[in-house]
C-alpha cells in the first residue's frame, strides 16, 4: 500500500470517529435539556453511489428537538471521475477526471433564536493532486459581541497551535460566505481554508485540533444561551435570517455544487437547508 493509499485509509477512518463523537456529544446535550429524553435519538440514513464500488457515506439527521430545531452531523467517503465540465474547477482534476475524497459536514439550526446555527466541514480530496480543506462558522440571528470574540478567539488559539495564518483564513472565511446580490455576510464568520497540500501531517494535526475544537465551541455556546428567553419575534427574526442561509447555499456554497457533481447523495447534500426559511 503506498503512502496515499495510507493517507486515504486514516483520514477516512479519523472522519468517521469525529461523526460518532459529534453525535454523542450532541445527543447529550439535547437530552439534558429535554423533557421527553427516550423518543431522542439521531435518524441515521447509510447510502451509496450508484456504483457501489465508488463508495458513500452515513447522515444522522435529528429534527425538531428541544436544543436543536434540525442538526445534521454527515461522513463521506467517495471516488469516480468528474464530468467534463467540472473539472477544470477542481485542483489536479483538469486531465482525467479522477477523484477521491473523504469529508464531514455539520450543521446544527437552533430552536433557541437567541443561539446562532453553526456549520462546520473538514474534508481531504485527492485527484493527481491532495489537500485538505474546510472551516468553521456561525450564523447568529441577533447581534452579540462577547459570542464573536470567544468564536473567534477559540479559532484563532487552534491556528495559532498549528502554525496557521488565522488572519488569512479570516479573511478567506469573511469573503466565502459573503451573499454578493444582498451586499452582506451570511454570519459572523469564522476560518475557511482550502488547498492544503504541503505537510500531510501537520494539516491532518490541525483538521483534528478544529474537529475536536468544534465540539468544544459548540457546547460552551448552546449552554450558556439555551435557557435565554425568546419570542415568536424573535423566532420570527430567526426564520428570516434562516431565508438568507438558503440562498447562500443554493446560490454559492462549493460544497453543494461539489456534492452535485460528484454523485453525492441529494438529502445528505441539502441537510444544510434550515426549516421554515422565510422571507419578507
Known sequence: MNDIEIRKKIVDTWFTFLQSQICEQFLSIEKKYSKNKKSIKFIKRIWNKDNNNEGGGLSLLLNDGSVFDKVGINKSTVSGKFKKQFR?????AEKNGLYWASGISVV????NP???????NTRFIVTSKSWFGGGMDATPSFKDVHE??????KLKDICFLNKKKYSKYKKWCDNYFFLPHRNEARGIGGIFFDYETKNWLNNFKFVRDLGIGFIDISKNIIERKINLRWTSRDKDKQYIKRGTYVEFNLLYDRGTKFGLNSGGNIESILMSIPPKPKWN
Open 88 to 92: 477544470s474547477k477542481i485542483l489536479g
Open 108 to 111: 446544527a439550526h437552533m430552536k
Open 114 to 120: 437567541n443561539i446562532p446555527a453553526l456549520h462546520f
Open 148 to 153: 464573536k470574540k470567544f468564536i473567534h478567539k
